[in-house]
């Protein structure tokens, strides 16, 4: 049995649903909102792979690896974005959170801190997990700052770790944090999206 059973999260307008096929048009429209797919340091469908991506996403899910969300606005039902919980060890509480992107109009706005702050209380709190990881691209500075922005501590690179979709090969940079950390982290997750609520 997996450790992550089938939930919707919801927070400041951002409501995370399980992702199904019933996505694809959203999912698509949300890539499409600056061309994600050409960005070579993430794994953001093309629009005609769209569907085999989800039909992915829920395989991994069968098979207890991957646990994918659609990230969509709670009040217009607008996907915005996907994520996911994945390489997840019941064994040892551990599950990390990646697969992530968003429609470019929502970058760098509460949605993805947002996001993170349900699935890490939803991970820590409720899942009882004792460590929460991240991975991403050596060359994907944003996403890097954005993971130390919620207070993950980098462990360390693992180098010729994975392919690219351009067929080059990557080195992956490794970030994890404890449960006894998280209480820190979420004080801080929350005194920044007030601070964007106060400053939109």
Same mark, same amino acid.
């Given at each position: 049995m997996s450790?992550?059973? &089938?939930?919707? *999260?919801?927070?400041?307008? /951002?409501?995370?649903? &399980?992702?199904?096929?019933a996505h694809e048009a959203g999912l698509r429209a949300a890539a499409a909102d600056?061309?994600?797919?050409?960005?070579?340091?993430t794994s953001v469908p093309e629009p005609e792979a769209?569907? @085999?991506? =989800?039909e992915s996403a829920l395989a991994m899910r069968e !098979?207890?690896?991957? %646990?994918? %969300? @659609?990230?969509?606005n709670d009040a217009t039902g607008q996907v915005l974005g996907s994520t996911s919980?994945?390489?997840?060890?019941p064994a040892v509480k551990r599950v990390e959170i990646g697969y992530t992107w968003y429609a470019k109009?929502? !970058?760098?706005?509460?949605?993805?801190?947002t996001a993170k702050l349900l699935m890490m209380g939803h991970a820590f709190d409720t899942l009882g997990c004792h460590v929460v990881g991240w991975r991403t691209d050596n060359f994907n500075f944003a996403s890097q700052r954005a993971?130390?922005? *919620?207070? @993950?501590?980098?462990?360390?690179?693992l180098r010729g770790h994975a392919l690219?979709?351009?067929?080059? =090969?990557?080195?992956? /940079?490794?970030?994890?944090?404890?449960?006894?950390?998280? &209480?820190?982290?979420?004080? !801080?997750?929350?005194?920044?999206l007030e601070q964007h609520a106060q400053n939109p």
């Open positions: 450790l992550v059973a &089938p939930v919707t *999260l919801r927070e400041r307008g /951002v409501r995370l649903e &399980p992702l199904a096929l600056g061309e994600l797919w050409k960005l070579r340091i769209t569907r @085999a991506y =989800i !098979q207890g690896h991957r %646990f994918a %969300f @659609a990230v969509v919980y994945h390489d997840i060890v109009s929502v !970058q760098r706005s509460h949605v993805n801190t993971i130390e922005r *919620l207070g @993950a501590r980098k462990d360390g690179v690219r979709r351009d067929g080059t =090969i990557r080195d992956t /940079v490794m970030y994890s944090m404890r449960s006894g950390e998280w &209480p820190e982290a979420k004080a !801080q997750l929350l005194y920044l």
